[in-house]
Structure formats: structure tokens, C-alpha cells
């Protein structure tokens, strides 16, 4: 399977505890972008990442979440201190370069805070 | 400014059906638009897209027709089939930055 990889699929967490997000992108592909979308909502846009840089953080809320795409391995999600509004379904989707091609999606992590 | 409006946001077709799902955009920067179709605990998959510099796009039963006088832009489901019901998302870029997603449409083909 060359497509999106993300996991865990679906991830619990208690509120203050910390929530990590982990997104493989197709092979060849260096751009990976990581969207929220709310129950029965449109995908907001949150970051976009090149390996080793963020390029456009916008989306981002200023506190609490970060991420990052190393050289080696998966782009990252991180939430800290998890709180009842960030129980959200996150998706990652990922492109060869930037310029407007397609972006491929993964199957996405749905978060729960209880 | 960054907005995509998306209309209907419920759509009922009959099987075979001509399915029609409108957007529009403010931004005039953007320069790329992508429709996505999204099934219930699937990502997102890309069903066609469509640049500013033509004015329609078909591929088998799906179409985009872009106004860029207007800012706006829909897609087509000819022969609509119940594989077909989803949600739909409409989404506008700027050199592979800014993308922006219209709220979806859920769309329903009668068998």
C-alpha cells in the first residue's frame, strides 16, 4: 500500500494529557499538510510542512500544537494538554511538490478527550 | 476573503440523475481548484481539479465548469449511481498554499 499511512486510526486521551499524530506519506511525496475536521464540518487547513521546515503554519493554534517532518521517519502532530475541543478527526494528506498538485489524503486519526 | 461558499449543502438525486454542487470564491489569487470526495470514516480522495486558465474539465461522469469572471465554479455528476452518495468538497488554493475548503455537500442517489 503506497498511499497515506496515519496512526493510530483513532486515539483516546484524557483532558491535560498529550496527544501525538503520526503521518507516513506516499513514497516520493516531501509536502505533507495536516487538516482538522469537526463532526459534519468542512476540513480546516493547519500546517504545511516540507521535510525539515514549516512552511505555512496559519492554521495552527498558537498553544499547544506543534509539528514537524524530519529527515527520517513520519510528520508529526503533536497536541499538548489535550482539552474537550480538540476531539476532532485530523488528517494528513501529502504532495510531491507544493505547486498545486494533488494532494493525497490519509484515512485520518479521530481523537476523543474524555 | 479566504472563504469558499458551497451550495446545496444537502443534495437528493435519483439514480441517473444529473447531480449539481456550486462553489464560489473570493480570493482571486487562487489558482487551483480540487474537488474531493469523502466517505464516512475515509479520507478525502480526489475526484478532479480544475486551473483558472479553462473553463471546463471532464472526466467520465464528472465535470467542473469554472467561471472566473463570476468566481465561481461546480461539478457535474452525470448518471448519478448510489456508489456516488458522499460528501463532496470543494476546494480552492494559491501556489499550493492556502488551501481552502467549502463546508461539503452530502449528497444522496436514490436507488
Known amino acids: 500500500n503506497a498511499g497515506v499511512m496515519q496512526n493510530p486510526r483513532h486515539l483516546v486521551r484524557r483532558r491535560g494529557q498529550e496527544a501525538r499524530l503520526r503521518c507516513s506519506p506516499m513514497?516520493?511525496?516531501?509536502?505533507v499538510y495536516w487538516y482538522r475536521q469537526l463532526p459534519e464540518e468542512g476540513l480546516k487547513f493547519m500546517v504545511y510542512l516540507q521535510k525539515e521546515n514549516i512552511i505555512d503554519e496559519s492554521g495552527m493554534p498558537k498553544e499547544r500544537f506543534s509539528a514537524e517532518f524530519p529527515k527520517e521517519g513520519p510528520s508529526i502532530l503533536r497536541i499538548q494538554q489535550v482539552v474537550r475541543g480538540d476531539s476532532a478527526a485530523y488528517f494528513c494528506a501529502s504532495s510531491p511538490t507544493g505547486d498545486n498538485q494533488p494532494q493525497h489524503f490519509g484515512d485520518g486519526t479521530r481523537l476523543s478527550i474524555l | 476573503q479566504q472563504q469558499v461558499k458551497q451550495s446545496p449543502q444537502s443534495l437528493i438525486v435519483q439514480k441517473g440523475g444529473i447531480s449539481i454542487i456550486n462553489c464560489a470564491y473570493e480570493n482571486t489569487a487562487f489558482d487551483y481548484f480540487p474537488w474531493y470526495q469523502q466517505f464516512p470514516g475515509k479520507g478525502p480522495a480526489l475526484l478532479i481539479a480544475i486551473r483558472p486558465d479553462v473553463s471546463e474539465k471532464k472526466e467520465g461522469r464528472f465535470t467542473i465548469s469554472f467561471n472566473k469572471s463570476a468566481k465561481q465554479f461546480s461539478l457535474h455528476i452525470m448518471d448519478s449511481q448510489p456508489g456516488d452518495s458522499a460528501t463532496y468538497f470543494c476546494a480552492a488554493s494559491s501556489h499550493g498554499q492556502n488551501f481552502v475548503f467549502g463546508p461539503g455537500t452530502r449528497l444522496s442517489v436514490l436507488p
Open positions: 513514497k516520493g511525496h516531501s509536502h
